[in-house]
């Protein structure tokens, strides 16, 4: 089976480059020329593409591949898809983002099933920074595809000697644990830059992971995948290094410092369409309500904490 890459940014290059220890592997960028003349990308700098990958800005033939990795924003996955006239039958499309849109409040692979209903939706998520995955670190996913034998074949098909790849049939719980870990890393690193202390995150980790379930829960995603690399193991590696950018954004607020607009952040967002999901709800979904006040400014670090700690008493 064959494999290519939609997106050439930090994460869709370090899927190419694990990927291509096992063959030749397509990357589509929507502008070559960095790639092509450095053979490097900008959001990974230093790490050369070995000759595995061959870089393409043609859609058309980026897409004849049957496994086809979506490393696009979450927020662009959409308007992406659109410019894709085929129905892509047949074919397994793997989301490699992690958020909720805000316009449809689906997920990616809500996303993908709903734009292409035709082909395989699954998706590939876990703890992993790019730049661990293309040095070739130990890294390990999991894949979330509802059809389990085409699951089993996508699995083996992307694992790689350092890519460990776990299985799973909960696509939604996997999906969520992506997107709301980013919501729970920006109050992490808010409380941190704040000067609020390790006490203070270690809460934030435990009651956003209760959030987390509990959400999952209203879907009917399964508790162990909450628990397992998707959930628990990405909301560990994403609150706690200051590699992660939700993390620095957070700090950053924490510290009233300013924040590069251009940085894929995708937990701002997700905050805020997690919110409206709740007040369309009526689910109690405190820290994501929180963050999405502190993203667009509304309130500050002070404020949030405030509020947070004068909920009413309850049971945990
Ligand atoms: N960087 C990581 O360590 C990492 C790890 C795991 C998952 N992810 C996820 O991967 C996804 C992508 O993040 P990233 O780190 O690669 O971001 P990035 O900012 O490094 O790259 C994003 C890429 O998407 C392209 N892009 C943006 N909008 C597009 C559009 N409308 N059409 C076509 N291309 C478009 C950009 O040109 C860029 O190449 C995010 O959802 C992120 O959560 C990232
Ligand atoms: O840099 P972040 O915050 O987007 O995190 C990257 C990955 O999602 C970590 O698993």
């Not at 980013?182 to 000067?195: F, L, Q």
Request: with cysteine; hydrophobic share 40%.
């Amino acid at each position: 089976m064959s494999v290519s890459v939609f997106g050439a940014g930090a994460f869709g290059t370090a899927l190419a480059i694990s990927l291509a220890q096992n063959g030749p592997v397509t990357l589509w960028a929507r502008d070559v020329s960095p790639l092509e003349n450095k053979r490097q990308s900008p959001r990974l700098p230093g790490i050369t593409l070995p000759d595995q990958i061959s870089i393409t800005g043609d859609l058309e033939q980026a897409l004849e591949n049957d496994t086809l990795l979506f490393s696009i924003p979450m927020q662009n996955l959409s308007g992406f898809l659109s410019r894709i006239n085929s129905d892509l039958e047949g074919k397994a499309l793997v989301a490699c983002c992690k958020g909720v849109d805000l316009r449809s409040g689906l997920g990616p692979v809500g996303i993908l099933s709903e734009t292409k209903p035709k082909a395989q939706a699954a998706i590939l998520t876990g703890p992993s920074f790019a730049a661990d995955i293309a040095k070739g670190l130990p890294t390990a996913l999991t894949l979330a595809c509802t059809d389990d034998a085409i699951g089993k074949e996508i699995q083996h098909q992307l694992s790689t000697p350092s890519l460990r790849l776990y299985r799973s049939t909960d696509t939604v719980g996997a999906e969520l644990g992506g997107a709301l870990k980013n919501v729970m890393a920006i109050a992490c690193g808010a409380a941190m830059g704040a000067g609020l202390g390790d006490s203070a995150r270690a809460a934030l980790m435990t009651r956003g992971f209760a959030e987390m379930t509990r959400f999952a829960a209203s879907r009917e995603a399964r508790p162990e995948t909450m628990a397992g690399l998707s959930g628990l193991g990405d909301l560990a590696l994403t609150c706690t290094s200051d590699l992660s950018r939700n993390y620095q954004l957070g700090l950053a607020l924490g510290r009233k410092e300013a924040f590069d607009p251009s940085i894929t952040v995708e937990g701002a967002a997700t905050a805020q369409a997690m919110d409206r999901i709740a007040i369309d709800t009526g689910l109690s979904l405190p820290i994501c309500h929180a963050v999405a006040a502190l993203t667009q400014g509304r309130v500050t670090v002070d404020d949030v904490m405030t509020q947070l700690l004068s909920r009413p008493l309850k049971e945990e």
